[in-house]
T-cell receptor, first 116, second 114 residues
Framework: DTGVSQNPRHKITKRGQNVTFRCDPISEHNRLYWYRQTLGQGPEFLTYFQNEAQLEKSRLLSDRFSAERPKGSFSTLEIQRTEQGDSAMYLC??????????????FGPGTRLTVL | AQSVTQLDSQVPVFEEAPVELRCNYSSSVSVYLFWYVQYPNQGLQLLLKYLSGSTLVKGINGFEAEFNKSQTSFHLRKPSVHISDTAEYFCAVSESGGSYIPTFGRGTSLIVHP
């Protein structure tokens, strides 16, 4: 399967702990996005990379959040000092950037975070 | 700034009946429009997209949508639904000429009853 993969699929942590999620995009896709999805809501944009460069960050991405995409391949999203409000599904998507694609997103299965 | 409104949070329908899921958007520039489907505990999957050209767009699983610029709408339709169509459906819009970051609606839960 050559789709977008995310690990872990589920993470339960205690408030105050740090967590890190990984996303492996489709190999030929140069853009990678992170979203947060809470119950009853659509995905909310957090940040995106074009190759290894982080080009935009949402106001939702507080100082406790950091994302990297070394060498333009996989990406990690780290949340420091987790809070209960961080509980959500974290989705990763990749896209073969080009106007002809309209920036169609290819999503991974998500990582569900529960902060106790 | 772009925005998306999905007016119905839940749409119940009987199997083999037609269905329409409504989506309205707001933007000051040209847009690209998308419908995605999400099954439980899975990521989103593209159903169809409108970039330009014909306003009637056909997608996977028998779904289609019509872009109406004057009404700023992009409603999703299927003439006959199956139990397997039960899922969450999200409309999304991205503005052409910018960063193309999509904005998603809150979603519509389609519930197909036997």
């Amino acid at each position: 399967d050559t789709g977008v993969s995310q690990n872990p699929r589920h993470k339960i942590t205690k408030r105050g702990q740090n967590v890190t999620f990984r996303c492996d995009p489709i190999s030929e896709h140069n853009r990678l996005y992170w979203y947060r999805q809470t119950l009853g809501q659509g995905p909310e944009f957090l940040t995106y990379f074009q190759n290894e460069a982080q080009l935009e960050k949402s106001r939702l991405l507080s100082d406790r959040f950091s994302a990297e995409r070394p060498k333009g391949s996989f990406s990690t999203l780290e949340i420091q000092r987790t809070e209960q409000g961080d509980s959500a599904m974290y989705l990763c998507a990749s896209t073969p950037w080009g106007i002809s694609s309209g920036n169609e997103q290819f999503f991974g299965p998500g990582t569900r975070l529960t902060v106790l | 700034a772009q925005s998306v409104t999905q007016l119905d949070s839940q749409v119940p329908v009987f199997e083999e009946a037609p269905v329409e899921l409504r989506c309205n958007y707001s933007s000051s520039v040209s847009v690209y429009l998308f419908w995605y489907v999400q099954y439980p505990n899975q990521g989103l999957q593209l159903l169809l997209k409108y970039l330009s050209g014909s306003t009637l767009v056909k997608g996977i699983n028998g779904f289609e949508a019509e872009f109406n610029k004057s009404q700023t709408s992009f409603h999703l339709r299927k003439p006959s639904v199956h139990i397997s169509d039960t899922a969450e459906y999200f409309c999304a819009v991205s503005e052409s000429g910018g960063s193309y970051i999509p904005t998603f609606g809150r979603g519509t839960s389609l519930i197909v009853h036997p």
